[in-house]
Every structure is written in structure tokens, then in C-alpha cells.
């Protein structure tokens, strides 16, 4: 039987790191869960993930995921991330290598993969599913907070 614990989210994902919740600026973490960010704070809102095609492979499958995580673990003591610590990808560059992005400003574009650990959580090689990340490896596409 195929894992099918995200299969209600038709293969979209969103930025819950840092824009569906408040877990990089609200200690307690259960309340960081229950509310997003503020669109005011988005710092530049046309270099912020909102949503973007998403999945995870597990054995021999990929399983669509309601999440796109950044590249660096976050939380209120690493708000932008730790480094040298990848996530499991989870952008699913399924459109002849490339993934369909949509910003917070609202505007869509279409990027090709770049990288990925070889391996995820599950032992599933990314490259081989085509999942990974676009752009740097920290985690600027993701995180409201621009600033250094």
C-alpha cells in the first residue's frame, strides 16, 4: 500500500517555515503554529516562496506533500536557519526539471533544479525524483526576514 498521508494536497506545498506560521519570532511553539506571518513583515514579497509544486520520495514512490521546506532547519533560536544541516527537499521539479513557484507579491515563474542532498529522510535519492532546491543554499527564498 502507497503512503498516502498528503494526498489530499493535489501536489502543492507552501512556505509554513516562514510564512504559514510564526516559528521563527514566537517561542512557544504551539502557538507559532496557529498563525502566520503578517503580510506587512514580508520584506520582499517578490523573492518569498509562497507556494510551490511539492512531494517526497519515499520507497520507490513519491508521495505529494503539503509543505515546501527550506534548505536549513528553522525555529526560534535559528530563525534563518542551521548551517551546514539540509532539510529533506521537497520542491518537486516535476515539469521537465523545472518547478512552478508562486511569490508572496502574487507573481508565478517557473525554476529549474539546481541541488539536493543525495539522500532524504527516507533514504530516497532527490536528484532521481526531482526534488530538490533553486538558488542559494541557505534559506533567502523562503524567509520574510531579508536583512543580514
Known sequence: M???FESGCGGYG???AYVGSMITIEEDPVRACKSGINERMIQK???TIMFADAGIPQSG????YSFVEPPLPVSYDNPRGIEGVFMSPTIHFRHWGRAN???CDGHITSERWEWAPA???YGAYNRVWSVGWFGPKNNY???WYKGK
Open 61 to 64: 514512490y513519491i508521495v505529494e
Open 2 to 4: 502507497i503512503n498516502a
Open 141 to 143: 527564498y523562503f524567509d
Open 119 to 121: 539522500t532524504n529522510v
Open 101 to 103: 513557484i508562486l511569490w
Open 45 to 47: 514579497p517578490g523573492e
Open 14 to 16: 507552501y512556505n509554513m
